[in-house]
């Protein structure tokens, strides 16, 4: 009995684990996953386009309740957003309704002039969820109030300076106890978005033994976003160079890293 009670248990804490990492990753999920989408993807606002519209689009069967806000969009040293108020950007509606199989308009508009370097922010959708009755009270009460899921959608509004300068350079490539570390850093006054980052690392002959491609994101102009890559231990001391590749959409910088023993894991 107390095996069967001990199994039971485990089930609840997996089932429990399952429903906490969908709540995480429902935060920023795609938006072609839920029964809403938001139009278009992102916004460019400047000197001549000063004003805006999204589409909240409701491609289910029931209405659906929303909250708007609009947040700055800036990033700490290691590449994680962070949000904070902002006046510059004004917006309308901040509740709204979308009725099945409709769509409505959210308006944005720009308050302040652009400046030297790319101003940027995002403006979330997030669905009010409709709390569902049960009619088991004592099974109610087991479930945390935050449980139910809610899709929240967060779009890139970038304010272009006056004058665009795209750039970005591999600011350092280092390792230690087999962990390499390609740093990209932006230089111009917009942002970038990285498709990918490559590593590559080969023998004194020039033979490729490790291969590694980490997913690239946004780099705010300016910044600079570590990219890392565990190299196996057994691995590591065969190589002679680690090759590294950051690609955008329409360019790309590379660099090498001669490896030492005393870099890999010992």
């Not at 995002?122 to 669905?127: C, D, G, K, P, T």
């Not at 899921?149 to 967060?154: D, L, N, P, S, T």
Request: with cysteine; net charge positive.
């Amino acid at each position: 009995m107390k095996n069967i009670f001990r199994g039971f248990k485990a089930s609840i804490n997996k089932c429990v684990g399952l429903v906490a990492s969908l709540l995480f990753v429902a935060i920023f999920i795609s938006p072609a996953f839920a029964n809403f989408q938001v139009q278009p993807t992102t916004m460019d606002l400047g000197r001549n386009v000063k004003s805006g519209v999204f589409s909240v689009i409701n491609n289910g069967g029931d209405k659906v309740d929303f909250q708007v806000s609009v947040k700055e969009w800036n990033q700490d040293e290691k590449g994680k957003d962070v949000y904070g108020d902002t006046k510059e950007i004004v917006f309308h509606p901040k509740i709204m309704s979308v009725e099945a199989n409709s769509q409505r308009a959210v308006r944005i508009g720009l308050k302040t002039p652009p400046s030297a370097k790319e101003k940027t922010y995002r403006l979330f959708v997030e669905e009010i969820p409709t709390s569902k009755k049960t009619t088991d009270v004592e099974a109610n009460k087991n479930i945390k109030a935050g449980l139910t899921i809610a899709f929240r959608f967060a779009m890139p509004i970038f304010v272009k300076p006056l004058q665009p300068q795209e750039s970005y350079v591999l600011e350092k490539i280092e390792m230690s106890n087999g962990a390499v570390k390609a740093i990209v850093k932006n230089t111009g006054n917009v942002h970038i978005k990285l498709r990918t980052v490559k590593f590559g690392g080969k023998t004194a002959a020039g033979k490729e033994m490790y291969t590694k491609e980490v997913a690239g994101w946004y780099i705010l102009n300016g910044l600079s976003i570590p990219y890392e890559a565990a190299v196996p231990k057994e691995i590591c001391g065969q190589l002679a160079t680690i090759e590294v590749s950051a690609q955008t959409e329409s360019s790309n910088i590379n660099g090498t890293l001669n490896v030492q023993k005393n870099m890999c894991a010992q």
